[in-house]
């Protein structure tokens, strides 16, 4: 066990000389990251131990404030360590450190109580935004406790009670503004996890219409190419909506294979069949089930194959004769053991409509459409857009803030622009979010080309600058990286944009870099970009348009993210050491790599 300072351990530190943090991981490099992070925020002390019976027996003699533990750990992982501690020392706010590979764990870890998730490898700063938040909301903690004995103590003295009174309501609209903003957070990485574009497929186009009922929901929706014939949809509902049917939902997502171990294509039955064994498994809180449609389709011939686990009846409309109400084909997933799913088998000809929807569009207001307004809808002429448009008008005309999700996806077999419609809904946007989306824009003038970067950009962003760097420069002599509104970039950003001008010192420049950026660049030893900023700033052209994040796999996007870190690793020694652990772990984890 390593101490930061030399107070012994059976002693309680007085709330004066600041907070004590343990860190619990069998990575010495893990720990020292995260080590590093918390000597910044000026504790009384930090603890390491690399197991949990070790964190076990600091526990039971020494007051800790905050906890920062790895889920996969030699003699008592994480999540066992936390259960235990809190039924006997429930005084910490705990912090969970988890990869891919353990992130049922993490989700069940704040299911339990525990107050943040970090994803491994840590990066130091947010370690220490993490542990800052848990000290922010310990003090809100003492302060309520406080407010409240001093209520009990002055009940004689009414003026002083309401002035108390105001405090506390203060106190309560700080830890909902905290709520929010943690919501806030949820949302982004939920939409994250739908597809950011629609596949582009001759002969075919789809549309599709995303509204979650408040910042998160229950709805889920996908379209994968599964070969160079099969395409594969589907459209899930999980039970309920808000945080808990997120959740759900982010299950659904990491539990869906639509392919065996072979590769091969899986048939819809399968499919289903496979993903309700899988949750009825994992799903033992009463109410929690998900419906759901997976649609397989063969490009060539159009012949298809749908089965539908308890959802709302999907409407195929022929082009030539009367709509099909595909019902249900099995139970909704979750609800019953070794369920089994029979599959409705169709061909689309050119013209063919199918709508695949939630229940939401059903459920609405009082001029909700029903399930034969849809089947009319399709038969109407309208287009795409413009179908799904009035159709959520009609769900939610009448309709109060506390509507359930709603999500609409249109697929014809006809030539067309395929769009995906994921707009923020209404809700979400009153309130101020934590930090700018990260949006990134592509322009050119005059043979010279241009790439807007804004926000707070974010590992997601990191293949889609590099693509559109390279794709810009085939066709331009010259590419400049505007960063006037960018606020901050993460450490993969960061790695893949020294890439982008070490690769192309003669063409690319920077200009407008903040100063909290360009300490960035200091901080990592990024010389070579900091030589190509111009301290001249160049309009940027009209027409600028939205570059759209890459689809990537989970191995693709590792990949990208190990090889920024690489780079960044290459520029110092403190580099090397601050990055060892991040490479070595990624390495780890790519197919290939060791």
Not at 284 to 308: C, E, K, M, N, Q
Not at 385 to 392: D, P, Q
Not at 487 to 493: I, R
Request: charged share 20%; glycine share 8%.
């Amino acid at each position: 066990m390593a101490m930061t300072n030399s107070v012994s351990p059976g002693t309680d530190l007085p709330d004066k000389l600041g907070p004590v943090f343990l860190v619990v991981d069998d990575d010495p490099m893990v720990r020292k990251i995260v080590t590093r992070g918390l000597g910044q925020l000026n504790p009384a002390k930090v603890l390491e131990v690399e197991d949990g019976l070790e964190a076990q027996k600091v526990l039971q003699t020494m007051a800790i404030d905050v906890v920062v533990t790895d889920v996969v750990m030699p003699n008592m992982d994480g999540l066992e360590l936390m259960k235990w501690a809190q039924e006997h020392c429930p005084q910490p706010l705990w912090i969970i450190l988890s990869g891919l590979e353990t992130f049922d764990a993490a989700v069940e870890a704040l299911q339990s109580g525990a107050f943040d998730y970090l994803p491994k490898p840590p990066e130091v700063p947010r370690v220490r935004v993490a542990v800052r938040n848990a000290m922010d909301h310990i003090e809100l903690e003492r302060e309520r406790k406080r407010l409240y004995a001093e209520l009990e103590d002055s009940n004689s003295q009414l003026a002083e009670k309401v002035d108390q009174l105001q405090q506390v309501c203060h106190v309560l609209q700080n830890q909902a503004a905290v709520i929010q903003a943690d919501l806030n957070r949820a949302e982004i990485i939920q939409r994250a996890l739908l597809p950011q574009e629609p596949p582009v497929i001759p002969g075919w186009c789809m549309e599709t219409l995303y509204r979650p009922g408040s910042s998160v929901g229950g709805d889920f929706y996908d379209a994968v190419m599964l070969d160079e014939k099969h395409l594969g949809l589907v459209i899930a509902d999980a039970a309920g909506h808000g945080v808990a049917a997120a959740m759900l939902s982010v299950l659904f997502k990491l539990r869906l294979k639509q392919l065996d171990r072979h590769e091969k294509v899986l048939m819809p039955n399968q499919v289903l069949e496979r993903l309700n064994s899988r949750l009825y498994d994992m799903l033992s809180a009463p109410g929690a089930f998900i419906t759901a449609v997976y649609v397989l389709l063969d490009l060539h011939s159009g012949r298809g194959w749908l089965a539908s686990a308890g959802h709302t009846p999907c409407v195929l409309n022929p082009a030539k004769g009367s709509p099909l109400m595909l019902e249900r084909t099995g139970p909704a997933l979750g609800l019953e053991p070794g369920a089994g799913y029979d599959e409705h088998e169709f061909t689309l000809t050119d013209g063919d409509r199918m709508m695949l929807y939630t229940d939401g569009v059903l459920d609405g207001g009082p001029d909700s459409p029903r399930t034969e307004d849809i089947a009319d809808a399709l038969n109407s002429g309208q287009n795409r857009e413009e179908l799904l448009g009035n159709l959520y008008a009609s769900a939610v005309r009448g309709v109060g803030s506390d509507r359930d999700d709603i999500t609409m996806f249109l697929l014809e077999r006809a030539e067309g622009e395929s769009h995906f419609d994921d707009a923020v809904p209404r809700e979400t946007q009153q309130h101020e979010p934590l930090a700018p989306p990260p949006e990134l824009q592509q322009g050119s003038s005059d043979g010279h080309a241009y790439i807007s970067i804004s926000g707070a950009v974010t590992w997601l962003c990191g293949q889609s600058l590099l693509d559109c760097s390279n794709a810009m420069l085939e066709q331009c002599a010259e590419l400049t990286l505007d960063l006037g509104n960018c606020e901050h970039m993460d450490s993969t950003c960061l790695g893949t944009l020294h890439e982008i001008v070490t690769s192309h010192p003669e063409s690319v420049n920077l200009q407008a870099v903040s100063p909290d950026v360009r300490k960035l660049f200091d901080e990592l030893s990024m010389t070579s970009v900091l030589e190509h900023i111009n301290p001249n700033t160049q309009s940027l052209p009209h027409g600028m348009t939205a570059i759209n994040a890459a689809s990537l796999s989970p191995e693709q996007q590792g990949a990208r993210i190990l090889g920024a870190h690489e780079t960044l690793a290459s520029l110092s020694a403190e580099n090397q050491e601050q990055f060892r652990a991040v490479v070595n772990s990624l390495r780890a984890d790519l197919p290939g790599e060791n």
